[in-house]
């Protein structure tokens, strides 16, 4: 069994981001969070035990967390930002 979620749930999650963040592109609302936002995102993804650092994924939602945390409609599957 795979560490990460099933490719369709990870297709799930994707398609989600991806719907929100044209919706707030259509909003005129930011699409990227700022520099100290996203560092803030990335080490809280870092000192979590759902991180693979090597290859830099969730094992909650198996996204490619270096991308991810800089979009502002993106969450946290665990809720922790």
Not at 30 to 50: A, G, M, P, W
């Amino acid at each position: 069994m795979s560490e990460f979620p099933s490719g369709v749930d990870q297709l799930k999650s994707i398609t989600q981001l991806i719907q929100n963040v044209i919706i707030d592109a259509v909003k005129g609302d930011d699409i990227f969070v700022n520099d100290e936002l996203e560092k803030h995102r990335i080490d809280t993804c870092n000192s979590c035990n759902r991180f693979d650092s090597e290859s830099r994924r969730c094992k909650e939602c198996g996204c490619f967390m270096d991308q991810k945390v800089s979009y502002s409609a993106s969450e946290c599957p665990l809720n922790k930002w």
